[in-house]
């Protein structure tokens, strides 16, 4: 399974705490014919690749399989989604049901087959995940010369709720500086990748430490924060984007003040900390992307580049400094878009929106995001559907200063994300009368000449594009 061009997307919601299954243990119906786990290590996040081929070992046919997780990696993961490989390719619903059974030590995912499976027939589960926050820089200081190294813990067995025939495990790397902490014995290395097994006959939650370092000479980048407002405006026909991003490297840490620029500037081209540092953020936007900005605390960031092409338009952002491991950048971005590109007339006066939930750059994990979707003045009767459910969303009416009522705001919350929820897709349906397009152009005029005529030829233009924040 690939994991980047999975056609399949199925969001999670890490919220179903069901309570009052404390003891709950899969039933013994199926057996791993196969479990051929493969993980990825070259990202700023981990990703793994399963594929089970699943074996009914009951008497009666069965529809659900659980798959178990260790307590405690479920907060790690960003992503689950998988699919069936029957004869033809079934997407299957995941579903966490968490704090499974305490003895084991398992969390499970409830995977519902795509049709249930006959006893002694097989099918192959293949599933993706990613995970944030798993890797740890050790040790966790160096200078400018020193390598990046990661230290990455799991199990050299697959964590099943049922036994495998034979398990294999796979682990992708950049190749550098490989070696296993838990095990003298030294891995089979094929390329890049570290092989495992087969493992024959494992039991079920059976589990062994296994502890690999490994150098990554990339920078690693992560959002602890990013906040997405999207400011639609009728009477300007444009969608308004405008992204705050605090940005982290919680890769190896600089030891104190030991950065030197005319160190950083020479060495760039060797493998160490220089290079896991860095300046280069891109960000993909729609092709059809105009009027994109770029500042951080102290201003205007002179040194960002866009380019539009057919596909889609790139923002090159260089940001002031580089930002090395324990480094933190916050900086904002923002672009308009014609509102004809994601809005649609579905009824008399009422609007259809189709938003990305997502944008920004490629690589990269969100500890919170945190997306404000502000309708126009009287947008009334809201619905709202988001392939990606959010926890919690809010619809509020806030109010910006050059408002009258007030502007219906729609607050979806995301905890723990990666750069793949750029598939994933925001709908908004409301009503809005011509009339209210009419009236607010009246009223901020009769505002505006009273009390702010010299601004009024100034914030004219800017409303409809980007109404200023303090
Ligand atoms: C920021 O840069 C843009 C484009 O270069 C310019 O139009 C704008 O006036 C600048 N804003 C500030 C506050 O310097
Ligand atoms: C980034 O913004 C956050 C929240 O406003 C602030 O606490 C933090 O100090 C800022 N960091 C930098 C490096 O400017």
């Known amino acids: 399974m690939k994991f980047s ?10 919220s179903t705490l069901v309570n009052g ?7 013994q119906v199926f057996e791993n014919s196969k479990f051929v786990r493969s993980f990825d290590l070259t990202g700023s996040y981990v990703k793994e690749s399963i594929a089970i081929e699943v074996k009914n070992i009951g008497d009666k046919p069965e529809s659900v399989y659980y798959y178990a997780v260790p307590q405690g990696q479920a907060e790690s993961i960003a992503v689950i989604e998988g ?27 409830k995977v519902e087959l795509s049709s249930p499976l006959k006893p002694e027939e097989t099918t192959t589960l293949q599933l993706g995940v990613a995970y944030t926050n798993r890797y740890v820089p050790t040790p966790e200081f160096g200078t400018q010369f020193d390598s990046q190294l990661f230290v990455f813990e799991d199990s050299r067995y697959a964590f099943s709720a049922y ?7 796979n682990i992708g790397t950049y190749g550098l500086q490989i070696s296993d902490l838990s095990s003298n014995e ?7 990748t570290l092989k495992y097994g087969p493992f024959e006959d494992v039991a079920p939650y059976a589990s062994e430490e296994l502890q690999i370092k490994f150098e990554n000479p990339k920078p690693l980048l992560k959002a602890t924060k990013l906040q997405r407002d999207i400011w639609i405006s009728h009477w300007g026909s444009t969608a308004s984007f405008e992204e705050f991003y605090q940005m982290h490297n919680p890769g190896t840490k600089l030891k104190d003040n030991s950065f030197s620029r005319l160190d950083y500037a020479r060495r760039t081209n060797s493998y160490n900390l220089n290079v896991a540092a860095t300046r280069n953020i891109d960000i993909k936007l729609p092709p059809y992307a105009r009027e994109p900005y770029y500042t951080d605390l102290v201003g205007n960031v002179s040194t960002s580049n866009f380019r539009q092409e057919s596909t889609g338009s790139l923002l090159q952002l260089r940001s002031r400094y580089p930002i090395f491991g324990g480094w933190n950048y916050n900086f904002t971005i923002g672009w308009n878009v014609d509102l004809k590109f994601f809005s649609r007339v579905v009824g008399e ?4 929106l189709k938003l990305p939930l997502l944008e920004g750059p490629e690589d990269i994990s969100y500890d919170e995001v945190v997306i404000n979707i502000i309708l126009p003045e009287g947008s009334q009767d809201i619905d709202l559907s988001a392939m990606t459910p959010s926890v919690p969303e809010t619809i509020k009416v806030v109010k910006s200063y050059l408002d009258f009522f007030g502007r219906p705001t729609i607050q979806l919350r995301y905890d723990n994300v990666i750069d793949n929820y750029r598939r994933s897709e925001i709908f908004v349906s409301y009503t809005f009368t ?5 009236k607010k152009p009246a009223i901020i005029s009769a505002v505006f000449v009273c009390f702010f005529s010299v601004f009024l030829f100034l914030a004219k233009i800017d409303i409809g594009i980007t109404p200023k924040k303090k």
């Open 349 to 352: 006066d009422r609007y259809l």
């Open 163 to 169: 036994p495998s025939a034979e398990q294999v495990l």
């Open 186 to 192: 030294d891995p089979t290395i094929e390329g890049t």
């Open 21 to 27: 299954i404390l003891a709950f243990k899969p039933p």
């Open 5 to 14: 061009n999975s056609p399949l997307f199925l969001g999670l919601t890490v």
């Open 83 to 109: 699919r069936e490989d029957k004869g033809r390719v079934a997407a299957v619903n995941l579903d966490l049901i968490e704090e499974g059974d305490d003895e084991t030590g398992a969390s499970f995912y």
């Open 434 to 438: 011509k009339q209210d397009a009419l």
